[in-house]
């Protein structure tokens, strides 16, 4: 009770407020996502994500070993496929010389103790800018997890270490956990993104991937972000088919169900720190109206007070320089 109990006494100095806070970063918080394209000596810029990247493959080898010398060990990879390989099912996807299985194997030469993830889902390659297969206009579920568990197994075999089935198909880990089994990948992990909205924040990463969808929008297989135990059924569902860490995404949006996923299930939660979250921090700091690094480590420190284990962010790099 006051004037006994004074609050302010664990705030007096940065010594004292250090020493009891409970929550900070620290490079192994973090997965980063990469963009990769065709080509040589690319590292193309993203209009709509300053100071982000699509690399191809001689470029992402740099950027490999620069992210490893900052102490940064996994991440994310994700495929800008050019549009003459794109068909409704999605074929180049499982292509073993296609882009992802050859920036996997990239990865892997270069720094074999990097941590390996890759997105599966259509939309990089399908012609609808859908995540799954279309049929008379919808898209259909279960044509689809058969394709993922191709997709998952082809990037297993190119070496991946875990797969982030990112599509909201109903029962698709079941279907990968299945495939990765019968094709003997027992160690590959699946981190799926259990509870993904349908969410106006992916924008900028559609236009770094050239992934939008060409007809109508994600809401039949994509959360309605006005529920939240729905996201609580999704986590239960994703674990029961065989899932190693569950996502939650977006992340500043959503941190009410990082928070609930957290307390509820005792696997690693992971929040994504989407694109459209990037651009709106960055766009804000480039007018001068946030201070940069302050709003980045806020609202990443956010994301581990809310519970996350593991941040998705394409800040990584820059907080990690900044840590020291
Ligand atoms: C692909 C995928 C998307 C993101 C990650 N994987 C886009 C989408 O679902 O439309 C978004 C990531 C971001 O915005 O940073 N299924």
Known sequence: MYP????RRLRQSEAIRSLVREHSLSPQDFLVPLFVVE??????TIPSMPNYYRYSLDKLEEEIKTLWSLGLRAVLLFVKVDDTLKDNEGTEAINPKGLMQRAIQ???????????????????YSSFGHDGVVQNG????????????EMSVSHARAGA???????????????IR?????????????????AKYASGFYGPFRDALDS????????????????????????AADIDEGADIVMVKPGMACLDIVSQVAQNFHVPVAAYQVSGEYAM???????????????????LTAFKRAGARIIASYFAKDVVKLLG
């Open 4 to 7: 006994f109990n004074r609050n």
């Open 39 to 44: 080509g040589k000596a690319v590292k193309e």
């Open 161 to 175: 270490d875990f797969v982030a089935p990112s599509d909201m198909m109903d029962g698709r880990v079941f279907a």
């Open 281 to 299: 921090i960055k766009a804000a700091a480039e007018k001068g109206w946030l201070d940069h690094d302050q709003i980045m480590i806020e609202s």
């Open 178 to 194: 299945q495939a990765l089994e019968e094709a003997s990948f027992i160690d590959t992990g699946i981190m799926s993104y259990s």
């Open 106 to 124: 990239r990865v892997k030469e270069v720094c074999p103790d990097m941590l390996v993830m890759t997105d599966v889902a259509l939309d990089p």
């Open 138 to 149: 919808k898209i259909v579920n279960d044509p689809t997890t058969v394709i993922l568990a």
């Open 212 to 235: 939008a969808p060409g007809f109508g929008d994600k809401k039949t297989y994509q959360m309605d972000f006005g529920n939240s135990q729905e996201a609580l059924r999704e986590v």
